[in-house]
């Protein structure tokens, strides 16, 4: 069945509610969305000559016209191919040329860029501004029936963020799209009409896969003004739509619960706040939940399942008098309703409860694998199975803690060394707003701990303060051996915090 079906059936029912809405105002009723899904869905297959199959991208900062062109696309048995606004012509170009994208629909600011990048992607044959007079005829054309596809069609050609080499395109088919969107509802959150998702993060990334679920209960999708994520927005925003929901990045939620407007703020209308893609510190929970009230889902996710491994409910959070409260919110929750997760060790053999390995998951909701990197595909799919490349270790009751992504765990002395474990003892500290813990390469132990804090504003840090906290809680030799304070750090387009970049420094520094 075609992922697009979820909007005609909301529109059934729901024609006249509000869709989508930018700022305060309402933009769209499910009735006009369809209208101009159709219309559009039949200029793609007609105007600009796409076959099924055939790849469209949406480079586009947040705006209204994303949902069109995202639902047209599986409307016309298209693959969506939506790439974050904040990448660099290169980037832009490497994408479009890799997916072998023919169509790319982009925000008009972003114009100048594209056309840089179509030097790359000769490919591309169509590039629409969605500002042009040339998108609206598009919408002036007839409609068109839904295509027919199967449940393994390709829907939404997801890049990873590419932190570390070239981003990889996973293949997610409509088929994962139902399963993330049941997930949701099941696991996640129950959404009313008339709630409202408010999406402050990238719509290209994990505020764009829950846009989803919340289309297919006939929600209202807003856009800010700003398109992305101000704080002052934000509450302005939560305090005039009903039922708010956001996706956020840890460090979105750090910065609200952190301004100074908090104090002054009416959060009555906030329902959920989604967070995950990093880990969320626990002196971070704790004060959200202070200051928010149990409105805090953590779900644990990657673009090859697209939000959709493990989760911790609303119920978790309520739950203070439980004796491993602190520890369950430290968790990434439980396996979905739908998924398998095993901790494995290097051959793949699951481990005890209790012991640490690589987390691997399958289900329904596991993509299909890599656009054209069959190499990468057989590398994290192996006999069903998705290996995450995050190390976690799951308790006797079932719930998941991360302890860091392979690759930034740290080998002291041929101990392996959690970087997170550090993080949220440092983070205890009350003037460390932010923190993150690497190795550096060392001749005789192979690596050791360096830690990288972010102070809050007008406050100082001392090191020996920090380095009392460490001795106080965690083994001697995992303390770090340096602490820098730096004004920031650095983070990619989604709000991960760039360790790669701080190894790099420190190489650079070794290297003379």
């Known amino acids: 069945m075609n992922f697009a079906q979820t909007l005609s059936k909301t529109t059934l029912t729901f024609a006249d509610r509000p869709a989508i809405s930018k700022g305060t105002m309402v933009i769209r009723n499910y009735g006009e969305l369809s209208h101009r899904v159709a219309h559009l869905a039949s200029a793609m297959r007609g105007e600009l000559g796409l076959k099924k199959g055939d790849r469209v991208a949406l480079i586009m900062t947040n705006c209204v016209e994303t949902l069109e062109v995202l639902y047209a696309c599986w409307h016309a048995g298209l693959a969506a191919v939506p790439v974050n606004a904040k990448l660099h012509p290169r980037e832009f170009g490497f994408i479009l040329s890799d997916s072998g994208t023919r169509a790319c629909f982009v925000t008009s600011e972003l114009i100048d860029s594209i056309t840089d990048a179509r030097t790359d992607a000769p490919g591309v044959e169509h590039m629409i501004d969605l500002g042009s007079s040339n998108y609206d005829s598009l919408l002036q054309r007839g409609t068109i029936e839904m ?20 981003p990889k395109g996973a293949m997610l088919s409509h088929r994962n799209l139902f399963s993330m969107t049941m997930n949701y509802l099941v696991d996640v959150d129950v959404i009313e009409p008339g709630d409202s998702m408010i999406h402050a993060a990238p719509m290209s990334h994990g505020s764009g896969l829950y846009a989803l679920p919340h289309i297919a209960r006939g929600a209202n999708n807003v856009i800010p003004e700003s398109g992305g994520f101000n704080v002052a927005e934000t509450i302005q925003l939560i305090g005039h739509w009903q039922g708010v929901t956001f996706f956020f990045a840890p460090t979105m939620v750090t910065r609200l619960i952190n301004s100074p407007d908090i104090d002054t703020a009416d959060f009555s209308n906030l329902k959920t706040i989604v967070y995950g893609g990093a880990p969320m510190y626990l002196a971070d929970t704790l004060k959200a939940l202070d200051l928010l009230g149990p409105k805090l889902v953590q779900i644990y996710g990657q673009g090859e399942s697209p939000m959709t491994i493990t989760g911790l409910p609303k119920r978790f959070f309520l739950e203070t008098n439980h004796p491993r409260y602190h520890d369950r919110l430290s968790s990434a929750g439980l396996a979905r309703t739908d998924v398998e997760v095993q901790i494995v060790d290097d051959r793949g053999s699951p481990l005890p409860m209790g012991e640490i390995g690589e987390i691997t998951c399958r289900g329904d909701v596991v993509m299909l694998g890599y656009w054209k990197n069959p190499k990468a595909t057989a590398n994290s799919l192996k006999n069903g199975w998705l290996w995450t490349g995050d190390i976690g270790i799951m308790d006797n009751e079932g719930f998941l803690t991360l302890k860091d992504r392979s690759k930034d765990m740290i080998i002291s002395g041929g101990t ?12 205890r500290h009350p003037s460390v707003l932010e923190c993150a813990v690497v190795g550096r390469p060392h001749p005789d132990w192979g690596e050791e701990v360096v830690a990288f804090v972010v102070p809050h504003a007008g406050q100082n840090i001392v090191s020996e303060q920090l380095d009392t906290l460490c001795l106080d809680h965690i083994a001697r030799f995992k303390r770090p051996k340096e602490y820098r304070v730096v004004d920031a750090l650095a983070k990619n387009n989604y709000g991960k915090i760039l360790k790669t970049e701080l190894r790099e420094k420190l190489e650079r520094e070794r290297a003379g």
């Open 416 to 427: 392996n060394i959690y970087p997170r474990e550090i993080e949220e003892v440092l983070l």
């Open 147 to 166: 295509e027919e596809v199967a449940p393994t069609d390709l829907a939404w050609l997801f890049y990873t963020s590419g932190t570390t080499g070239r």
